[in-house]
């Protein structure tokens, strides 16, 4: 319980498209014009610096939305589960990197040995064991399995901790016949404060230059040397670093907003939901909840969401299927039945809730779109 | 931002039946010998107490599960939203009430007449405005619909303030066509802090009573008088309330463990999780995230969820994919690629992420069942 009362990030003047009519909420509501602007945003960011792009689609988890990435010039994707892998390699979307050490062990290891017989994967690895039950995952097969060492760049969640450690699980990894071809790193210590990204950022690129040094050094041959979140993406994007794995920023949301990761007109989703009572004085309750919106919220933000047609207004509690939202008296308030959109905290674990989104374009529905890897966090 | 700093309820000491071998993580495990006890003890206690049971099955949104409560003594069921109702209604279990202040407008209007034309449906009401369109809705059909008409007990969620307040929600209702069979309320404030179901059990049965009595001095006809949520169940199945209607007592969660609602032995639903790493001192990582675990976390609680298997560990930050999970130096940690159960803060999100569960008995596999109404949110 290390709860921080930070004060809270003002929201920004949000630029949200009108709604489309006739909205049946909680839905997902996404708009692509701006997710492809979006696309093209950090397409021309990794161009400009001479890295590839290669963005994680946990975020977004469809197919479709991958193809705009890699339309807009990325050079792969990142996945964090096999589950996720298979569905979009179904689709002949096959150059991924499972960022993740992924305990190769049982079905886990049948799925690995079969999914790596179809595509270009890359995995993730930090530690020998790690590397021992890869390897022994794809044995036998005729391409060798390539990994990068994950290295801890100040997030300390996994990842190595310094060079000898890196050389010591790349060794392990190259001598049971795994293929070293670099190392990666999530500075995810750009997420906990406004104003964090960029010393998050200088830590990934020296962590990861210290790594790669100290593998070259011991023969191997670094030919892919990955950073990134959409926090540090485009800080990190330079010099030494040769890939980013941004996710958030195709979609957007407040966090990335208050971290000041993307301007306030990069959010292209938003939850649509309906005033269903205003029956306690003070506030009125929406039909999202903890099961559309979910209770993630950086200690810098206040409440669950944000509300662009209603700026005063705090999403206080969540429920499974209400959100009760505070209103400070004399301010305008929704009426019953109005619509109204809410831009998530964070959208990643937001989009992995529903199983289809509206497509819109300029507030006109042009689809209904699946979301294609909902559910596979195995 | 009303964060309070309650010291953390401790945990008991869990029982959990050993988790079976060769589980593809992260997945949901639940101990059918376990489940049905607990069915066959809240049937047992509604019907020692001469009330009806009318569970919630937004926590397991299994049709399967609802039926062994059905088997129990179970008299009908209670939904959260249309979508959860027409997955039950499709198999045949039609006497559904919509404990929620349902907004009939569009598409949600043409679902309610359908399901109310084939069920033998019940909805919640808190507004005049609401009860016109839930008339509108099903103008026309030979049978009335029949509605509740909410309370707030003090939870402040929803529901409307007095005895004023409801009767004229009440007429505007039977105004416009509806049929009046009742009041219902949801003790919200119970999950405050430990201890607090107590009196929110009892300021159930008391906002009920005084609702009840205007009501019917206005010459309603109150047969059903429905409280409930788990922490308040069995202490508010007494004198005039004649239904209950919780929920997580099927599955149980810690939630439910620390507010003194159910017993330790109660929890029949585990997380099952594998180590992924051990690189960063002090810590561990499983793979059961955010979009396993949910962040969903009373301040009373220390930590996403708890291990079993390991009393004095933390799962101090969520991610997507990863949970990071702190133990102190010198107690036993799992190691890299051990499997451990952990048990969940609050058990009804968490079933909302996965589309199967794994159902056991004494550790055994029985069966991999469909979670029916996942994403049922609208």
Redesign the interface.
Known sequence: ???T?AP?VPDPIWDIAPLPP??????LVIDLDRAEANARWMGAAAAERGVALRPHV?THKSIALAQVQLDAGAAGITV??LGEAEVFAADGIDDIFVA????A????AD?LRSIHARTQLIVGV??A??AD?LAAAVAGLSAPLRVLV?I?SGG??????DPA?AVAVARRARDVGLEVIGVFTHG?HSYSAPGARVAAAADEVRLLGAAADALRADGFAVERISAGSTPTAVLAAAGLVNEIRPGTYLLGDRTQVALDAIPAEGVALVVAA????????G?F?I?S????L????APFL??FGSIPGYPNAVI??L????A?VTIPSGTPAPA??EVVAVVPNHV??VV????TFVATRAGAIVGRWPVDA??R??
């Open positions: 319980m290390t709860e009362n809270a006739a909205l049946d909420t909680p839905c946990k964090g589960t993740y050490p992924l305990w062990e049982g079905s886990k799925r930090d530690s064991p790690g039950h994950e801890d300390h969640r996994t990842g190595v901790a450690a995810g309906t005033v269903v009572s205003s029956s306690v004085a506030q309750v039909d909840g903890a099961k559309s979910t209770k993630d919220r206040a409440g206080e509690r429920y499974d299927y209400h009760a019953l039945g990643c674990p992995d809730l529903f199983d909902r559910g966090s195995s």
